[in-house]
């Protein structure tokens, strides 16, 4: 049954618990037998909850169906930066090894209520910070496609969990690429929805727009799914946007027609891996099969490295400087490199990145009055052996900070644009692709009608969870 249960699709299963064809509870057993079956590879769920999930299964089912939610009983795993009442939540830090909160952020209130099971949490690096998930309190998250690889980050653990079938859908979060980043590692779509779509605490920094929570899943219908559940307005998160009236479920499955698309190997701003770039680019075109004119454009990104870089910092020294003063020795350098620099930034600096921001924001929406989306590579290499930090070169160019190789991921969120990673091919080695494309800010709809054609025009079976695969049977043994 366990083998059965994690290779149908969330909506199927959504739908066998609304006819009570299953319970909760099978499919907790289902997970629990999975990832004691292969976790110990991948390293994906470090805090197990099974104890608290069934209580809350037992007492979902109390409920006549039609009032479980729209989840009606479906597992989640929550990412480790985000509490969840009387569950362990270390930050991926030291700092936090033993913490265990005494409340849930709003945003795993908001999934509860609908219908959400909470069952672990999701591995990720320290404070989210470096987009290759390990920390010195569970270690290092492994690439499930080969296990010498990285998993990317920050929300790799949730990726990892999905291309494994630890979990039908998963939670995660995305400043500069956390959510598209390991999507595109793992070969699962992760999506990072427009500011306000999904309600959260707001923490230190109460109208930040560049940090946002989104879902994560093996197919574009199943991280609609997710958003329908995660979306709608929290009256104590003053930046959240009420629902929509149609469901992103009722996109993916009747996707409008689009007229013209864009794509771009590099966005004008950064060195692209070859391999990359050319998969991505015969994905994209692929377009032009169903009648859509596709073309090379995008909108002018020249500021975005300065600006990202410089409101980054600052968010960080926001978050972050006290534990700075009171814990030095247990942050990762490049953790303690980023708040310094926060705290060195001067009113100057701030200025000119908003003001930069301004202008990158109203180009993109300029561009989109002409394309329903941009695509370009969802990341600009494949995935790098686990034990490298970060990618510090790329086409003969050497980058300056740890962040720097996720200029093609932060350049659109500087624009609060929604946007996804899409699973679009496979390098030479059989590791993962994705393709990133964007929508308008607030037009999740028709970006996920985007997703949903092309996933389709592509097949690339990325539905069924994948064994952990290690580099000497080489990921492309089973394709």
């Known amino acids: 049954m366990t083998s059965n249960l994690i290779r149908q699709s969330a909506s199927a299963i959504v739908d066998k618990l609304r006819t009570e064809e299953i319970t909760p509870l099978d499919l907790l057993d289902a997970l629990e037998e999975r990832i004691e079956e292969v976790d110990k590879s ?47 939540t270390t930050y991926g830090s030291p700092i936090y090894a033993d913490f265990v909160p005494e409340r849930s952020d709003v945003m795993v209130t908001h999934l509860e209520r609908d219908g959400a ?40 653990g949730a990726a990892v969990a999905l291309a494994t079938g630890m979990a039908w859908v998963a939670q995660g979060s995305d400043l500069g690429g956390s959510l598209r980043n390991p999507a595109s590692f793992c070969g699962i779509v992760g999506m990072r929805p427009s500011p306000g779509r999904v309600a959260r605490d707001p923490g230190v920094l109460a109208d930040d727009i560049l940090a946002v ?27 959240s946007l009420p629902r929509e009236q149609r469901s992103y479920l009722e996109a993916a499955r009747t ?53 990202f870089q410089t409101l980054r910092a600052a968010g960080f020294a926001a978050s972050h400087a006290q534990k700075l003063k009171d814990h030095a ?84 969120t500087l624009t609060g644009a929604p946007a996804l990673s899409l699973p679009c091919g496979f390098t030479s080695e059989g590791l993962p692709v994705g393709l990133q494309i964007v929508a308008r800010p607030r037009g999740e709809a028709k970006l996920i009608g985007a997703a949903a054609q092309l996933e389709k025009l592509l097949d690339l079976g990325t539905v069924n969870p994948i064994d952990p695969k290690t580099g000497r049977d080489g990921p492309q043994a089973d394709r």
């Open 329 to 412: 020795d247990l942050l990762k350098p490049e953790v303690i490199w980023n708040i310094e620099k926060g705290l060195k930034l001067t009113m100057a600096d701030l200025v000119r990145a908003q003001t930069k921001r301004g202008e990158m924001m109203k180009r993109a929406h300029a561009f989109f009055d002409d394309y329903d989306v941009l695509m370009t590579p969802a990341t600009i290499v494949a995935p790098y052996p686990v034990e490298t930090r970060y990618v510090e070169e790329c086409g003969g160019v050497k980058f300056a900070t740890y962040i720097d190789w996720l200029a093609i991921a932060y350049a659109i």
């Open 255 to 307: 996707p409008g027609r689009l007229r013209k698309v864009a794509f771009s190997p590099d966005l004008g701003i950064t060195p692209v891996d070859p391999e990359v770039a050319e998969t991505c680019r015969r994905a994209a075109y692929r377009f032009a099969e169903i009648g859509v004119t596709v073309e090379d454009a995008h909108p002018d990104f020249n500021e975005a490295h300065e600006t």
């Open 42 to 88: 991948v390293n994906a769920l470090p805090t197990l909850c099974f104890d608290r999930s069934r209580a809350n299964a037992r007492e979902l089912m109390k409920k006549p169906v039609a009032e479980r939610g729209r989840l009606a009983g479906l597992p989640v795993p929550i990412k480790d930066l985000t509490e969840v009442e009387g569950v362990r």
């Open 213 to 239: 929570e989104g879902p994560m899943a093996r197919t574009v219908e199943d991280v609609a799914l997710l958003l329908d559940a995660m979306s709608g307005e929290e009256v104590t998160d003053p930046i």
């Open 117 to 156: 099971i909470v069952y672990a949490k999701s591995a990720t690096p320290e404070f989210g910070a470096g987009a290759n998930t390990f920390n010195e309190v569970f270690g290092a998250t492994r690439n499930p496609w080969n296990t010498d690889r990285s998993a990317a980050g920050s929300s790799g």
